[in-house]
């Protein structure tokens, strides 16, 4: 069990991320491959990805990233990059003897391959190979599901956000998932190595991911900047693809909602009150506070006081409807424009 030590300026210093991390979905996402586990989740992602992926690509990747034990932390850099291309810079300025020592460590969990011993020594080929193949896995198998996995990330994120907001810390601590438990002042992960990690007023950032599957995970070198990364919620249509609709995502959802409905529904992912709703959509307050008590009439939203002013969240039914799934089960008649 990983016991995770907070004091009062750990706590006040707790944040959730508002957005999916690219390079942890990708180590992540690689783990997923190496085993079957979540059929209907991820078996579709898994037959798309098998063949996108070149064999001699996919390889090198798979030497760094065993499914059990660990995988070198220059991989998911500690610092929060606002897109991938940065991101991946970010791994590959990762300093020679950072490179060099948690490849020495992944050494006791996968044997050592010429190519692994070469970019443990620096060689600047090996790191550009590793940067190319990074991008191609990126391009094939995360790229075209991004919207997706945003989506439900940022449905997580507002949900944990209110948890945050009306409740305080002990409650977005205690809900985290069930492999966490929060015995004050300490967070005890379940099924991870036994040891404790002492935050020492550093605070944590809590990293939602759809590809980190049911227990949560961590970087392994406890002075790196700490980041709990946890499992989003998962069902099968988490992951779906945008770019091979043969209607836009917005457009398929209309179709089905109505343009301005849709747009309302979207706009709930983030959560906002009646105001926001209606400048989002380009509509009156009058009209976005119908659209909205339709969307709540259907289950898709939820509606809360706050303050002088009511919040609208989208619930786990419109995440599905959003990702196209469960719109079979929705009578058209009930939500049309």
């Given at each position: 069990m990983l016991r995770i030590h907070f004091t009062p300026r750990d706590l006040a210093r707790t944040t959730?991320?508002?957005?999916?991390?690219?390079?942890?979905?990708?180590?992540?996402?690689?783990h997923m491959l190496q085993h079957s586990d979540g059929r209907?989740?991820?078996?579709?992602?898994r037959r798309h990805v098998r063949t996108k992926v070149a064999p001699d690509q996919m390889r090198l990747?798979?030497?760094?990233?065993?499914?059990?034990?660990?995988s070198p932390d220059f991989l998911?850099?500690?610092e929060s990059a606002?897109?991938?291309d940065t991101a991946l810079e970010m791994t590959l300025s990762t300093p020679r003897q950072q490179i060099r020592s948690q490849l020495d460590l992944l050494s006791k969990y996968r044997p050592v391959?010429?190519?692994t011993r070469e970019l443990a020594e620096g060689d600047r080929h090996s790191l550009r190979k590793l940067g190319r193949a990074i991008k191609t896995y990126h391009d094939a198998a995360i790229a075209p599901y991004w919207k997706s996995i945003g989506t439900h990330v940022t449905a997580d994120h507002t949900h944990r956000g209110d948890a945050l907001a009306r409740h305080g810390v002990d409650r977005l601590l205690s809900s985290l998932h069930p492999r966490v438990r929060w015995v004050a002042p300490v967070l005890q992960v379940l099924d991870m190595n036994d040891r404790d990690l002492y935050l020492d007023g550093r605070g944590i950032e809590l990293q939602p991911s759809a590809f980190c599957w049911q227990v949560p995970t961590k970087l392994r070198d406890p002075e790196l900047k700490p980041i709990l990364v946890y499992p989003i919620q998962h069902a099968p249509g988490i992951l779906r693809q945008s770019a091979l609709d043969t209607e836009p995502p917005s457009?398929?959802?209309g179709s089905l909602l109505g343009s301005t409905r849709a747009a309302a529904l979207e706009a709930a992912v983030s959560g906002c009150t009646t105001t926001e709703l209606a400048k989002r959509c380009n509509i009156s307050p009058a009209a976005a506070s119908h659209q909205a008590t339709v969307l709540r009439e259907a289950g898709l939203i939820?509606?809360?006081?706050?303050?002088a002013s009511v919040r609208h969240e989208v619930t786990q039914l419109g995440i599905w409807l959003l990702s196209g799934h469960g719109s079979g089960n929705l009578r058209q008649s009930t939500i049309a424009s």
């Amino acid at each position: 069990m990983l016991r995770i030590h907070f004091t009062p300026r750990d706590l006040a210093r707790t944040t959730v991320s508002t957005r999916p991390a690219p390079l942890w979905e990708i180590l992540l996402s690689l783990h997923m491959l190496q085993h079957s586990d979540g059929r209907l989740v991820f078996e579709d992602w898994r037959r798309h990805v098998r063949t996108k992926v070149a064999p001699d690509q996919m390889r090198l990747l798979l030497e760094l990233t065993p499914v059990k034990g660990y995988s070198p932390d220059f991989l998911t850099p500690a610092e929060s990059a606002p897109d991938f291309d940065t991101a991946l810079e970010m791994t590959l300025s990762t300093p020679r003897q950072q490179i060099r020592s948690q490849l020495d460590l992944l050494s006791k969990y996968r044997p050592v391959s010429p190519w692994t011993r070469e970019l443990a020594e620096g060689d600047r080929h090996s790191l550009r190979k590793l940067g190319r193949a990074i991008k191609t896995y990126h391009d094939a198998a995360i790229a075209p599901y991004w919207k997706s996995i945003g989506t439900h990330v940022t449905a997580d994120h507002t949900h944990r956000g209110d948890a945050l907001a009306r409740h305080g810390v002990d409650r977005l601590l205690s809900s985290l998932h069930p492999r966490v438990r929060w015995v004050a002042p300490v967070l005890q992960v379940l099924d991870m190595n036994d040891r404790d990690l002492y935050l020492d007023g550093r605070g944590i950032e809590l990293q939602p991911s759809a590809f980190c599957w049911q227990v949560p995970t961590k970087l392994r070198d406890p002075e790196l900047k700490p980041i709990l990364v946890y499992p989003i919620q998962h069902a099968p249509g988490i992951l779906r693809q945008s770019a091979l609709d043969t209607e836009p995502p917005s457009d398929a959802l209309g179709s089905l909602l109505g343009s301005t409905r849709a747009a309302a529904l979207e706009a709930a992912v983030s959560g906002c009150t009646t105001t926001e709703l209606a400048k989002r959509c380009n509509i009156s307050p009058a009209a976005a506070s119908h659209q909205a008590t339709v969307l709540r009439e259907a289950g898709l939203i939820t509606t809360r006081r706050a303050g002088a002013s009511v919040r609208h969240e989208v619930t786990q039914l419109g995440i599905w409807l959003l990702s196209g799934h469960g719109s079979g089960n929705l009578r058209q008649s009930t939500i049309a424009s």
